[in-house]
């Protein structure tokens, strides 16, 4: 039998043939590496690989390798979109694993795959870190803190530290608690607290992350602020108020008396903001303060209080003795000066001075005994206002029959005018009682500036001068303004 020949073209186009790559090896060339993105702890027992999508691919094959191994399947995932996978696949917490991913294609039964990282990620399991839920303070004022458990966790341990210091184990805890009283903490300090969970694995101890910054627990008080003192309508008891403090168990309220210290006068607890104080007709004003305090079975600590405090004037005082202990002179009253004492001393120290104000003198007595208020104080208060009735260096004139400066509160201002002296005399009586107390006017009012004055902030003539008046009010503010008509009054009566 004759072999038939063989063209030299033939073989040649059998050898091209021969040598092309297949379908499968031209996919293959096309499938690029994949790029790995990360590989983290997704628990205790969890790691959690992603990978840029590659192009072409049906799917991807994750390998895994401890270190002095080699590369073993995790897992094949079919689709050109699974880039990412968690493996729970026997993965132990602390053990050091490395991961890397191939991308395949098949084509007429055959898997084509891409290359590979060699080097791969690298990444360990760790316990989740225990997140902290809060920071109260218990009845005994101890600071309890508590967690969000963590799985996998064979016990907790919490830390503590202060300001400036470093973490120490304060606690070590089985893995059921998820909350941790202190009651090594001392009221007045700061603490940090934070919290680890743990586990033991072929007997090794592993810990899981913490927050470093921990969370912050402040055993010291903030000052309360003083509300009010008010001196009840129709009784003798007074009110006193103030805001309430975070984390105090309890207040100690103080009273002082003019030129006094603060004592205290009652110890309350931790939800009481007000108290009734009783009038003991001691005094022409209480002021009050507050400081509230954390007490554990270790420690107290106390917060500040505004020493300034808050003031309540008290009903006039009527004793002489405890007027005079005080230095004080009550507006209220009737006078203790004649008319003919307060003539003699004006022709005294202003022989010049006009009939008319001689003549008008005895308005200060009726107008004063008509409003309870002492006349005779008010003349002085007039002098000391008109230069003695010189009107020399004073905003008012005598035209005016303004004999006290009403309206003049800036300097070149006229202040206001009254149609005869008695009117005028009586709108400074008014105002006077204005300052005095709350008591109804006998007459219509005339005084102008009569709803500007706070009633009953100045019940004493030492009181009308603003830098003496203890509420920060007053007629005048040049300092000792009471003081100065009282000298006037002095006078009066030594002549």
């Known amino acids: 039998m004759k072999l038939k020949k063989v063209s030299f073209f033939s073989l040649l186009l059998l050898m091209v ?44 094959r994750l390998y895994r390798k401890v270190p002095g191994g080699g590369w073993i399947n995790v897992k094949t995932l079919s689709g050109v979109n699974s880039t990412t996978h968690t493996d729970e696949r026997n993965v132990q917490t602390g053990q050091t694993y490395y991961y890397t991913v191939r991308a395949y294609i ?54 503590r530290r202060m300001p400036g210091e470093t973490w120490g184990i304060l606690k070590t805890l089985s893995p059921s608690v998820s909350s941790y009283t202190d009651t090594s903490a001392v009221a007045g300090k700061k603490y940090q607290y934070t919290v680890r969970a743990y586990l033991r694995q ?31 309508t129709g009784t003798n008891k007074i009110t006193v108020s103030w805001n309430s403090v975070a984390d105090a ?13 603060y004592l205290r006068i009652a110890n309350l607890g931790p939800n009481v903001t007000s108290y009734q104080d009783r009038n003991a007709s001691d005094a022409p004003y209480y002021t009050y303060t507050v400081k509230a305090y954390m007490g554990n079975p270790g420690a107290v600590s106390w917060s500040g209080c505004v020493n300034k405090g808050v003031t309540v004037i008290l009903p006039t005082l009527t004793n002489q003795s405890v007027l005079d202990r005080y230095g004080l002179t009550s507006i209220e009253g009737k006078s203790q000066l004649t008319v003919a004492q307060m003539r003699a001393y004006i022709k005294s120290v202003n022989p010049d001075v006009a009939d008319s104000v001689l003549d008008m ?24 206002e008109t230069g003695n009735f010189t009107f020399v260096g004073s905003a008012v004139t005598l ?10 509160t800036s300097n070149g201002m006229k202040g206001n005018s009254f149609a005869t002296p008695q009117l005028g005399i009586r709108a400074q009586i008014q105002h006077l009682k204005a300052y005095a107390n709350t008591d109804p006017l006998t007459y219509a009012q005339i005084d102008p500036r009569f709803h500007y004055v706070t009633r009953g902030c100045a019940p004493y003539l030492q ?33």
């Open 17 to 60: 043939l021969l040598f092309v790559p297949s379908a499968s090896t031209n996919a293959a060339a096309k499938l690029s590496t994949p790029v790995l993105k990360s590989a983290t702890s997704s628990g205790y027992n969890k790691i959690t690989v992603s990978w840029s999508r590659v192009d072409g691919a049906q799917g991807y």
């Open 361 to 384: 003198i005895p308005y200060y007595i009726s107008e004063g005994n008509a409003e309870g208020i002492r006349g005779d104080l008010a003349f002085c208060q007039s002098c000391l």
């Open 249 to 261: 168990t309890g207040y100690c309220l103080y009273r002082k008396v003019p030129g006094g210290i």
């Open 399 to 408: 035209d005016q029959n303004n004999f006290c400066g009403l309206g003049v």
């Open 106 to 159: 098949k084509t007429n039964g055959v898997i084509t795959w891409s290359g590979y990282n060699t080097k791969g990620l690298t990444a360990s399991a760790e316990m989740d870190t225990p997140t902290i839920l809060s920071t109260d303070l218990n009845q005994s004022c101890y600071p309890v803190i508590s967690w969000k458990q963590v799985e996998g966790a064979q016990g907790y341990r919490v830390y």
């Open 202 to 232: 072929s007997g090794v101890l592993y810990f899981s992350p913490m927050d470093s910054s921990g969370v912050k627990v402040d055993l010291n008080l903030k000052t309360p602020s003083l509300r009010s003192a008010v001196m009840n």
């Open 463 to 495: 009181w009308l001068g603003i830098q003496e008046n203890p509420l920060g009010y007053g007629w005048a503010g040049g300092a000792d303004y009471g003081d100065h008509i009282m000298r006037i009054y002095n006078s009066i009566r030594q002549m």
